[in-house]
């Protein structure tokens, strides 16, 4: 073992002096062929172009206007017409189809008039946007620029089923945890009680260099009465951090 790896040793040791003994002339001679070679391989195998189609996943979603409570219906790498209609005839809409009366969608030629048709049997009438009219669907594409911020534009989608488990996990969190400022700051469909505000104020403190965060509630600090009623001056914060001291 040790004999190999002195040879091994004497060998790379050989090689460098090889290298430092080459002229300048015969180091960029070789690194010409070698860029001539990659001309070739690169002109003989050209680089495949790819379309929107082959990278975009589909995501089929409803948002409701009034609660902004958002159902995924589905997701596909090749969108036509019947798989929209068999995503409707499935209708994972919480069994609430029967409160909605229009579905306002897009101009695209995967909405046929068999979609239309199958809406329309189940008392949903299917409005059309007016021509170059993105407003028409503000809330959808509102959606659409939050999940690509907070979610998509961080992550690596590998395929459509990684799409759709991430989407799924994320609009569990945006109906029933994440505040909206168009419902006061209350998720569409929260699945716990909603705190009342009161008089107390809540303060964070950082444990750990930040790696964990505790919040507490004070109900003896008292805002100042001015029109900056929300903050504290620094020696209203300083006076609070000695008594939470002398409480501790």
């Known amino acids: 073992m040790a004999l190999r790896l002195l040879h091994l040793i004497f060998v790379r040791l050989g090689g460098w002096l090889v290298l430092l003994g080459r002229s300048t002339a015969a180091k960029d001679v070789e690194q010409l062929v070698l860029r001539h070679e990659v001309a070739v391989l690169r002109r003989s195998t050209p680089r495949p172009r790819l379309d929107w189609t082959d990278r975009a996943v589909l995501v089929f979603l409803v948002v409701e206007v009034a609660t902004r409570y958002v159902h995924i219906l589905g997701t596909t790498t090749n969108p036509d017409g019947a798989w929209t209609v068999q995503q409707v005839r499935n209708r994972d809409l919480d069994d609430r189809a029967d409160d909605f009366r229009f579905l306002i969608r897009d101009r695209a030629g995967r909405f046929t008039a068999s979609f239309d048709a199958v809406l329309a049997d189940t008392g949903i009438q299917a409005v059309k946007v007016p021509p170059r009219c993105p407003t028409a669907t503000c809330y ?82 008292t805002p100042r009465s001015d029109n900056m009623a929300n903050f504290w001056t620094p020696q209203e914060a300083r006076q609070a951090s000695d008594e939470e001291a002398l409480e501790s």
């Open 140 to 221: 959808a594409e509102r959606f659409v620029g939050t999940v690509r911020h907070e979610v998509t534009d961080r992550l690596l989608i590998i395929n459509d089923h990684h799409l759709r488990s991430v989407l799924n996990r994320y609009v569990s969190h945006y109906d029933h945890r994440r505040p909206h400022r168009a419902r006061q700051l209350t998720p569409p469909r929260p699945d716990r009680p909603i705190p009342q505000s009161s008089g107390t104020s809540v303060r964070r403190q950082s444990v750990l260099g930040g790696l964990d965060q505790r919040v507490r509630t004070h109900s003896s600090l």
